[in-house]
């Protein structure tokens, strides 16, 4: 079956430095959405790529769907201690397989 | 915006109790309502898929006797774990498709449900 994996499982960044998690799938996705969860909480909804090699930003956030539509990453500029929280990407064509995740930690 | 909500937020059974988690889509009408798992420091698992009016399609590896679904209306899924054990403990969340339908649309999730079975 589909397979989304994540890198890193884990980053520890001072508060302050940029951060990166990246997405990949074992097949050609449709669409690629990214999710945050804080410690306890439900996954929020952040965006959604559809086009390939599509680029979107809000604030301090970047998000790529790669070319061949099979990879994606999320880059954060600056972090600050709101960004606390794991990250995940999914993607699918009818349903969603969620990545591993990326568990983001802050050091004030 | 579109809000999905879930019932209880928590619930603690005994082992061998069956126990109903409620889904609900406040503002929209969903046809599509998916039911995931998480256990501690992983990822959503797709448990199954309910679609109004019909027969939830299940992912491989989940008991359909064990995890009841049923999507009565258009705003509402219930998953009912049958005969619960401590192993079905975990984080229970629904998610909501809009009437659009279709691939790449949003799914809108609910708050989960944290159950623990002692």
């Known amino acids: 079956g589909q397979q989304v994996m994540q890198i890193p499982q884990y980053q520890h960044v001072q508060e302050g430095e940029d951060f990166t998690t990246y997405c990949n799938s074992s097949?050609?996705?449709?669409?690629i959405q990214w999710y945050k969860q804080r410690p306890g909480g439900h996954p929020v909804f952040l965006i959604q790529?559809?086009?390939?090699?599509e680029v979107k930003k809000q604030k301090r956030l970047t998000f790529q769907f790669g070319e061949a539509k099979k990879n994606s990453s999320l880059h954060i500029t600056a972090t600050q201690t709101t960004d606390v929280g794991t990250y995940f990407c999914?993607?699918?064509?009818?349903?969603?397989?969620f990545g591993t995740g990326t568990r983001l930690t802050i050091i004030p | 915006g579109a809000v999905v909500s879930q019932h209880p937020s928590r619930v603690i059974c005994k082992s061998g109790t069956s126990v109903k988690i409620e889904c609900r889509s406040l503002?929209?009408?969903?046809?599509?309502m998916f039911w995931y798992r998480q256990f501690p420091k992983q990822s959503l698992m797709l448990m199954a898929t309910?679609?109004?009016?019909?027969?939830?399609?299940?992912e491989q590896g989940v008991e359909k006797d064990k995890f009841l679904i049923n999507h009565a209306s258009l705003t509402l899924s219930t998953l009912t774990v049958t005969s619960a054990h401590p192993e079905d403990s975990s984080f229970y969340i629904c998610?909501?498709?809009?009437?659009?339908?279709?691939?790449?649309?949003?799914?809108?999730f609910g708050p989960g449900t944290r159950l623990t079975v002692l």
């Open positions: 790529l559809v086009k390939s090699g």
């Open positions: 503002d929209f009408q969903a046809t599509t």
């Open positions: 097949t050609t996705l449709s669409n």
């Open positions: 999914a993607g699918g064509n009818e349903k969603l397989t």
């Open positions: 309910s679609n109004e009016g019909s027969k939830a399609t299940y």
């Open positions: 998610s909501a498709e809009g009437l659009a339908g279709g691939p790449g649309d949003t799914q809108y």
